[in-house]
């Protein structure tokens, strides 16, 4: 199967169907901040080795800056459980992350879809959020969704031009994953995307996500507000 990553800012590996969800990490200089987990990890991949230094005590990891400004991602793997994704942000204005205790959860197999009855669409063409997520600090919101094409046609998303909607306020993605390119007739593909510190309401009421269709002049509108 063949992804597509398009990246807006430092990159970051995602892997799976459906990515895990990033956990933001903020440090500064001189501090550590410590990730503590039900189970001890078992591999740690760090993005930048350079900028960055991780060390494993039993259940915990302990990150620390090598650089007063960087960005990159790690992945936190374990036996039998869920890979965790955090996304490491130093700065000397950061206001640091010194703790924080990680639930793990167990592997869980992909659902299985239902076969349609014959001579019955699978799909419909459009789409709809599957999870919206604010951290506490309203500094990323995460929207995953999906965006399915009946069997008369593919979609060709202009990814480029995503963008999340309040009112008059137009907000780009910092980062977009996105399952294939293109959707292809009676199937779906997901995606997710990442919007750092978005002026909207925290409840999400009003706020849309539009995805421009190469070939087509009306998009694909999303409401983005639902039940959490």
């Known amino acids: 199967m063949k992804y597509l990553f398009l990246l807006l800012l430092p990159a970051f590996a995602l892997a799976n169907s459906i990515p895990p969800t990033p956990f933001p990490v903020f440090l500064k200089s001189g501090f550590s901040s410590v990730m503590e987990f039900d189970v001890a990890p078992t591999r740690v991949v760090l993005g930048d080795g350079q900028s960055f230094q991780v060390e ?71 789409g709809r959020v599957l999870r919206r997520e604010f951290d506490a600090k309203k500094d990323y919101l995460v929207v995953g969704f999906e965006l399915s094409a009946d069997s008369s046609e593919s979609l060709k998303p202009n990814w480029n031009l995503v963008r999340l909607t309040h009112g008059k306020s137009v907000v780009a993605p910092i980062k977009l994953w996105a399952e294939r390119q293109d959707v292809q007739r009676d199937s779906r593909i997901f995606a997710r995307l990442i919007f750092a510190k978005p002026n909207v309401p925290r409840n999400l009421a009003g706020v849309n996500l539009v995805v421009p269709l190469k070939g087509k002049t009306s998009p694909i509108t999303l409401t983005v507000a639902g039940d959490k």
């Open 56 to 126: 494993r005590v039993e259940n915990s990891l302990v990150i620390r800056t090598l650089a007063p400004y960087a960005v990159t991602n790690m992945f936190v793997y374990f036996q039998s459980y869920d890979p965790k994704l955090f996304v490491l942000t130093a700065s000397e204005e950061a206001e640091p992350t010194y703790y924080k205790r990680i639930q793990v959860k167990p592997i869980t197999a992909p659902a299985t879809q239902p076969t349609p009855k014959a001579g019955s669409a699978k799909y419909r063409t459009g």
